[in-house]
């Protein structure tokens, strides 16, 4: 019997309820530029990028590969 008064206030609170926005204030240190590759914290852009990026895919990579390897193989006491 309460259910609906309180439905319906709720609803009509959030139908009147203004949504704005705003710009981004660039000064301020919670707001970045907005963009391609702005998001990430590396530039893709720099030279020997591709070389760098596959060079540490493949160190993650083989890194268990060869502790793995060390640990099977290292002299035993």
């Not at 000064?27 to 070389?51: D, K, M, V």
């Amino acid at each position: 019997m309460l259910a609906r008064p309180v439905l319906r206030s709720a609803s009509s609170a959030v139908a009147r309820r203004g949504f704005t926005s705003t710009r981004a204030r660039l000064s301020s240190p919670y707001h970045y530029p907005e963009g391609p590759r702005s998001n990430i914290p590396f530039n893709p852009l720099t030279r020997f990028f591709a070389l760098r990026y596959w060079g540490f895919m493949a160190t993650g990579f083989f890194a268990p590969f060869g502790i793995a390897w060390w640990q099977m193989y290292k002299n035993k006491p």
